[in-house]
């Protein structure tokens, strides 16, 4: 993918500054050279930060204490792109993103804000690069390493961060942890172009082809499962009819299913199948036992009826009763008459005048009379008219009757079922002859549910001839025969790239082993990995080599998801000498090399220059080192864009004042 940076900018806290902008060469190997504590090992995170990584690795303090945002632009065969993001603060990273986009930005904006978020960066990149939507697992249960391929994950095949760039343990950027080296593994023969999106979009509907085959083979074996059970039940409820009379005579040869369904189905819609065995085929004590039941039914719902009755007459008289109690306990209480005459003496005189009053004492007594009469009258029983204790003893009467009639007719039952013995298999024979009809009507509504199983094994054959020519497929295409031819091409350009580096085995085969994520060589008595091989000096060699031939085979893909930069922090570090403590305000002396050391650093440089060249301006080299243009500069196809000394960085000291 034609993915390359042209520029680096800073917006710094301070308005009144202009962004800084650190410019890089598309298609050329481009050195940022500088002394240490200028900035240069920030390249790498600022890159990763500002396109869309997890989380931020930019340096604290000096650099993002200074910075409001950063940004990135790259070109892309559809045109520039910026991608920026706000400094985090007390965060591990942030969402808030600025995105824009053109066929040419010449001039960044003096102040950005989000318009975005990372995640639909992310999501951005992905389509740019073309990323399969599909995972690994096919549609299985998967684990987090089986997830579909992302653009954060080619990162490790562009960066070569200082602690990684001449690491013997570490190959790839960021798989010193677990979660990157795993899903690193995983999809390395997608990267590669073993896998291609439609090789994916194949295992896919493979998968999916070969479950619903599974579902539907079970459902013809239940089928067939049924099939057998069912021609036993219908042998089995074909003579069941015969004994009961619906079905006459026995064939001569044994019956298909659809003969038995056929017969059983016609004694299923068979009206008169219950004349057979109706009243007018028995003896007369059964026609008796018929009747004897009809008039027990009856007698019993008539003694019902009057139970009931009596019981709610009882009810009304017991009513009654209670009544006058309670009106002769009210008389008891009260006799106000008598009350009214113990009040009255005949010697009251007014309390205003003084005149006697006998004149009111008559119109008193005359009111103490009237009440007396009225409490008498209360206290006498009113009795319950004759008429309702005769309608009770008939009913009375009517229950004995009844009770005996009902008596003598479960006698006579009794009497007539134990004199004929046929009377009471025939009523058993009528009853499980409707028991049966019934039984056989919902089985064979049953059976017509489940259908005819030729459609289904229709749909089985064909999801077999499908599940065969996708397998033929996946088989022409061999995976592991395009992942080998895919590494044997990769290894064969480190082997051309390796003896024009600095290493104590230029001639000695590597190859890249992709489940360990490391290098290995091949010697005369044994093979040796990279953690095995001793010398910065090599180690820098192969991640190099490794490296830049991974890029060269990118190339030859008919389409690559992995961008075409790679930026490498102080590959020559391994020749200059390092001092363990610096004091504090103590510069730091600016490292010299020796003559053997500049030989070995022009070498490296040589080969980036060398394979960026070929590569006809599809692939960018980014180098950020200690050695001056001393050593590499007149290389072809390198070249130096600022040299970070004298006060130079990459972020301004004025920014600080």
Known sequence: MFFQIKELILWPRNPGFAPRRVAFAPGKVTVISGASRTGKSAVIPIIDYCLAARDCSIPVKTIRDACSWFGVVVKTSTGEKLFARREPGAQRSTDEMFLTEAVELSNPPAT??????????????????????????????????????????????????????????????????????EKLRRIFPYILGAITPALLAKQHELNRVRIELRRKENEIKKAETVSAEWMGELRAKLSQARELGLVQGTPETEL???????????????????????????????????????????????????????????????????????????????????????????????????????????????????????????????????????????????????????????????????????????????????????????????????????????????????????????????????????????????????????????????SLEIDDLTIKVTGTNRDDYLSEIGSGSNWLSYHLAMMLSLQQFFLTLDHSPVP?????????????????????????????????????????????????????????????DHASREVWGGIPNVEAFEEWRNGVKLVPTEWFS
């Open 112 to 181: 950005v804000t989000k318009n975005t978020t990372a995640e639909n960066v992310r999501r951005t990149l992905d389509e740019l690069a073309g990323l399969s939507k599909l995972d690994f697992a096919a549609g299985e249960s998967q684990s987090g390493f089986d997830a579909r391929p992302s653009f954060r994950d080619l990162s490790a095949f562009v960066f070569q961060p200082q602690n990684v760039v001449a690491n013997p343990e570490v190959l790839f950027f960021k798989t010193d942890s677990y979660e990157h080296r």
């Open 564 to 624: 075409s930069f790679l930026v490498m922090d102080q590959p020559s570090q391994v020749y200059f000498p390092r001092r363990l403590v610096v004091r504090e305000g103590e510069d730091e002396e600016e490292p010299r090399l020796r003559d053997e050391d500049s030989d070995a650093v022009y070498k490296a440089f040589k080969v980036m220059g060398d394979v960026v060249g070929a590569a006809k301006g599809r692939l960018q080299v980014i180098v950020l």
């Open 256 to 510: 298909s299913r659809d003969q038995m369904l056929s017969i059983l189905q016609e004694v299923v819609n068979r009206t008169d199948a219950a004349l057979a065995v109706s009243t007018t085929t028995i003896s007369d004590a059964v026609r008796e036992l018929n009747g004897l039941e009809n008039e027990e039914s009856k007698v019993s719902g008539e003694l019902t009826s009057l139970r009931r009755r009596l019981v709610e007459m009882n009810r009304i008289r017991e009513s009654a009763t209670n009544y006058h109690e309670a009106l002769r306990i009210q008389r008891d209480r009260l006799q106000i008459s008598d009350w009214l005459g113990q009040q009255h003496t005949g010697d009251e005189n007014c309390p205003v005048c003084g005149g006697h009053l006998e004149p009111i004492a008559q119109k008193l007594e005359q009111l103490r009379a009237s009440l007396k009469e009225l409490e008498e009258e209360a206290g006498d029983t009113i009795d319950i008219p004759a008429a309702f204790d005769r309608e009770m003893q008939r009913v009375q009467t009517d229950i004995n009757e009844a009770t005996e009639k009902l008596k003598a007719i479960q006698i006579r039952k009794k009497a007539l079922s134990q004199r004929s013995q046929e009377a009471s298999t025939r009523q058993y024979q009528a009853k499980k002859v409707e028991r049966f009809i019934g039984n056989l009507e919902n089985a064979l509504k049953l059976h017509e549910r489940l259908g005819e199983d030729a459609d289904l094994r229709t749909e089985v054959t064909h999801l077999r001839e499908q599940m065969q020519q996708l397998q033929d497929e996946l088989r022409r295409e061999n995976v592991e025969n395009r992942k080998r031819r895919a590494l044997l091409v990769v290894n064969n350009n480190a082997a051309r790239l390796i003896p024009e580096l600095d290493c104590e085995r230029p001639n000695d085969p590597v």
